[in-house]
């Protein structure tokens, strides 16, 4: 694959946050606290008192304050400890004034607080009582967080308290809630601070932030420092250069930084930080030449870290032969052998239950062994039970055994519709008779022949193209073009402001990877990675610059069934 223009340059304008990262000095936060009645609204507690704090780069924009009548006695032991009596909140407004006016102060901010779970329930609950439209709001929570940060020898809990005098803070918290929230913004930015010389500058990061990444982990994020901020592949490896895990982003740095900063659910990812002494980074102009480029080093690599795509040769064929009494078998590998192939199927069962299905309607041999073209042998079993036409023993002539052969043929390579419709005839009759389970078991064959069939054609439409030029204008409203020979990717490039669009496509194709066509249905690519090239072209918004041969399905093709047997036949069938 090759590219025209410098691939970070091309992207750069086109990052979203989630890749990127929101840098945490340029996001403004709301930390929001409130006093109630109680525990619980679910029994009954109510709101007493709103109070907020909007902060950015440490900056104080706004604070929200006001009491909030909670049309119910305040018990006795709340107003001891809040210090709000039911005199102080007789005239104040309702939640009904109090909420709507809060929501509108904390629009467009991330909401922080002490045990989010707390505050932010009863807002919530208290917006669905009054049909308010709850915003989307993004929720930090400080208890969570110190949690991961403050140890018990700093300090005996994690309660707002014991954390403002941890971190020094300017105010401190007496329940009442402005107070609580000036103080809860002094932990939230001693806990940013803290955590900034942990490697976490983003917001993302904070929120995916935990203490299981190991110290030792996190000291490698400087692996992550020399790799640009585009679109590419991204390679672990260990300290002898071989290649633990590969993946893509469209933003390298940032997404390889979150394995040493984030918390990684994954287990076996973590294990493969602490194995990793070095990050290799490829740029690429799309993000389609980058999944390409992933799908191609994970092949090439076979990454113990990378549980999918480490072995595109381990698939299976349906065959059908090539000699005087043709059969089909399942291969591993396919031949020039002037035979027909359906597939690849992605695992030998499903293979096997295709041929099922197509054994259930087509009477051809099922014996392995070649046979003469005048065969004198005894009947198998399946020729005694009418499933076989039993050349074998010359109960067919070669005419009538090829009829059935061409029917078979057209069946797997264009219409499949004799296979839908005996299939689902027998599926009908079982499911009447409550024979469910022997009707799933056909309609799982069928269903399994229709997918590989429907694969195999679009596949071939694909590959069979010596040259598919396609185009789509992206984001930040640049084109890019793709170049795909037989299947494979051969060029990906974005077209550079002002460019000549003709020219520059033409240096494109004339500059793209020369492909040489093997035999079969994928005879130049992976299976996967031509389909992964065929969603691209399916995707809205993509149009068609050149096309050198004929790109197109059979009208009466087994795509049109495949939502059939999925949908329609399992609430028929099951009991």
């Known amino acids: 694959m090759t590219s025209t223009a410098t691939a970070a340059h091309r992207w750069e304008e086109q990052r979203s946050f989630e890749e990127l ?27 007493t008192e709103i109070g907020a704090v909007k902060v950015r780069g440490g900056e104080v924009l706004g604070e929200f304050q006001t009491l909030v009548n909670p049309h119910t ?16 909140v007789a005239d104040a407004p309702s939640i009904r004034s109090a909420l709507p006016a809060f929501l509108e102060f904390a629009a467009g901010s991330v909401l922080v607080a002490h045990n989010a779970r707390f505050d932010v329930g009863f807002l919530r609950h208290f917006a669905r009582e009054m049909d308010l439209a709850w915003p989307d709001f993004e929720v930090l929570d ?17 309660k707002l308290s014991s954390l403002a005098r941890v ?51 996190r000291r490698k994020r400087h692996l992550a420092d020399a790799l640009p901020h585009a679109p590419g592949v991204y390679l672990f490896r260990d300290e002898r250069e071989r290649v633990l895990y590969v993946g893509t982003s469209r933003d390298l740095r940032r997404r390889v930084r979150s394995y040493f900063t984030a918390s990684e659910k994954r287990s076996r990812m973590g294990q493969m930080v602490q194995l990793a002494a070095s990050v290799t980074g490829i740029e690429c102009a799309t993000p389609l030449e980058a999944q390409v480029r992933e799908l191609r080093l994970i092949a090439e690599h076979k990454p113990p870290y990378n549980r999918r795509s ?8 349906l065959k059908l032969t090539r000699e005087p009494w043709p059969r089909l078998s399942l291969v591993k590998r396919v031949l020039d052998d002037d035979a027909d192939y359906v597939g690849p199927f992605s695992s030998r ?83 009447e008779e409550e024979r469910f389970e022997e009707a799933a078991r056909h309609r799982d064959r069928l269903a399994d022949f229709i997918r590989g069939a429907a694969r195999n054609q679009r596949l071939r439409a694909l590959t069979g193209c010596p040259e598919v030029v396609a185009a789509r204008r992206e984001e930040d409203g640049r084109w890019a073009v793709h170049v795909v020979r037989h299947g494979r990717l051969a060029a990906a490039g974005t077209i ?51 096309v050198v041969g004929e790109w197109t399905c059979p009208v009466q093709g087994a795509a049109r069934h495949v939502g059939l047997t999925v949908r329609t036949t399992l609430p028929r069938l099951d009991p």
């Open 142 to 158: 400080t208890v969570k967080l110190a949690r991961h940060v403050v140890t018990r020898d700093e300090a005996p809990n994690h």
């Open 310 to 317: 480490r072995h595109p040769e381990k698939v299976t064929w």
């Open 496 to 546: 550079p402001p002002g460019a000549d669009a003709l020219a520059w496509v033409e240096a494109l194709r004339q500059t793209a990877e020369t492909v040489l066509p093997q035999v079969g249905p994928t005879p130049a690519a992976t299976a996967e990675e031509t389909e992964r090239i065929l969603r691209w072209l399916e995707s809205p918004g993509v149009r068609l610059v050149d």
């Open 349 to 431: 069962a499903s293979a096997e239950s295709s041929l099922q299905a197509l054994h259930e309607v087509f009477p051809i041999r099922q014996c392995n062994d070649r046979l003469a073209r005048r065969p004198s042998r005894s009947p198998c079993v399946l020729a005694e039970m009418h499933r076989c036409l039993s050349p074998c023993d010359g109960s067919v002539d070669e005419q009538s055994y090829a009829a059935v052969v061409r029917q078979l043929q057209d069946t797997l390579l264009r219409r499949p519709d004799d296979v839908v419709d005996l299939v689902q005839a027998r599926m009908t009759a079982l499911a």
């Open 21 to 47: 990262g929101r840098p945490l000095h340029d996001v403004t936060f709301c930390v929001v606290d409130l006093e109630t009645t109680g525990g619980s609204f679910a029994d009954g507690d109510m709101i």
């Open 167 to 217: 971190f020094r803070a300017s105010t401190t918290p007496n329940h009442r809630a402005l107070e609580d929230a000036r103080a809860t913004v002094d932990v939230l930015h001693g806990l940013m601070e803290r955590l900034g010389g942990l490697g976490v500058h983003t917001l993302e990061e904070l929120q995916g932030y935990s203490a299981r990444v190991a110290t030792a982990s």
């Open 73 to 88: 006695s305040i018990p006795a032991f709340i107003a001891v400890l809040t210090g709000i009596t039911n005199r102080m």
